[in-house]
């Protein structure tokens, strides 16, 4: 149980074009969904967390308008990278969680590798 | 503010041979730490977490973990390695912070056994 999705698993784009990442929990629906940026070798860093029918809160320094993020039901949420650049380039990675407390266990998915040439 | 330091980005171990892998954290409030483990091509899995409680956590396919508070440590280990413990390891600390709660990862381990 507890699996969770993400669409594309790797996707190749244009400079300046948009990108759209779906994020879905297959069998339990996520009252939080967070999504997360992980560079080579590096730590995963949380970029937002989004609760089914509200607004996303982004961390400092994630610019809101370059990664959009719509949690419309209990079990999608999507990450839009808009006009995206090179230095978008990254491994993109959801999380959900069927409860509120961020402490709580989070089941991550797989990943989209995103490369922006 | 929270951070965690894994030693070794890359551990070594002969198959039935002891895992360790450490983590240490910093934390301004006590903490809540994890262990999740990462196969290729797979999302991240979490393995054990230590709340509050008893400091020795069990976790699943036989590892555990102690948090000691004195050394600001939760290293995590398997008293015997097999094959299928190849995989990348991530410690991850959450706590209270500026009002908000977020989980704060290690550079991760990447794990071989050999045959």
């Known amino acids: 149980g507890a699996v969770v999705s993400q669409h594309p698993s790797w996707v190749i784009c244009k400079s300046g074009t948009s990108v759209k990442i779906e994020c879905r929990s297959l069998d339990f629906q996520a009252t939080t969904m967070f999504w997360y940026r992980q560079f080579p070798k590096q730590s995963l860093m949380l970029m937002a967390t989004?609760?089914?029918?509200?607004?996303?809160?982004?961390e400092q320094g994630v610019e809101k308008d370059k990664f959009l993020i719509n949690h419309a039901s209990l079990t999608l949420s999507t990450l839009t990278v808009t006009s995206a650049h090179p230095e978008d380039s990254s491994f993109y990675i959801c999380?959900?969680?069927?409860?509120?407390?961020?402490?709580?266990?989070?089941?991550f998915g797989p990943g989209t590798r995103l490369t922006v040439l | 503010a929270q951070s965690v330091t894994q030693l070794g980005s890359h551990v070594s171990v002969s198959e039935g041979a002891l895992v360790l892998l450490r983590c240490n954290y910093s934390?301004?409030?006590?903490?809540?730490l994890f262990w999740y483990v990462q196969y290729p091509n797979q999302g991240l899995q979490l393995l054990l977490k230590y709340t509050t409680g008893a400091t020795l956590v069990k976790g699943i396919n036989g590892f555990e973990a102690e948090f000691k508070k004195s050394e600001t440590s939760f290293h995590l280990t398997k008293p015997s390695a097999h094959m299928s413990d190849a995989a990348e390891y991530f410690c991850?600390?959450?706590?209270?912070?500026?009002?908000?709660?977020?989980?704060?990862f290690g550079k991760g381990t990447k794990l071989t056994v050999n045959p």
């Open positions: 989004s609760n089914e029918g509200s607004k996303a809160t982004y």
């Open positions: 934390s301004s409030v006590p903490p809540y």
């Open positions: 991850a600390v959450s706590g209270t912070q500026g009002g908000s709660e977020k989980l704060v």
């Open positions: 999380s959900a969680s069927p409860w509120t407390h961020l402490t709580d266990t989070q089941y």
